[in-house]
């Protein structure tokens, strides 16, 4: 049990360092970590790839202008200007 949530622990890190929400000195213990296990390193290679195999192989369809108006019509209801 305590393996398993230290493996979460460690992924919730991983995702939070992927996306810059670490603090310097955070980043730096959890580069130490990775660097001292090489399946923990993986893990962070793992990430990073499916990320970028997201960001740059997934096309985004762009919005219809309806929708986009249909939007803009429920922020100024909501937020009158």
């Given at each position: 049990m305590r393996i398993d949530q230290n493996y979460q622990d460690l992924v919730q890190k991983v995702m939070m360092y992927l996306d810059?929400?670490?603090?310097?000195?955070?980043?730096?213990?959890?580069?130490?970590?990775?660097?001292?296990?090489?399946?923990?390193?993986?893990?962070?290679?793992?990430?990073?790839?499916?990320?970028?195999?997201?960001?740059?192989?997934?096309?985004?369809?762009?919005?219809s202008p309806a929708l986009v108006q249909s939007i803009k019509d429920k922020i100024k209801i909501v937020a009158p200007i």
């Open positions: 810059n929400e670490l603090s310097e000195s955070a980043e730096r213990d959890l580069l130490k970590e990775l660097r001292s296990n090489p399946a923990y390193m993986e893990l962070l290679d793992q990430e990073q790839s499916f990320r970028e195999l997201i960001k740059n192989k997934l096309q985004r369809r762009k919005p």
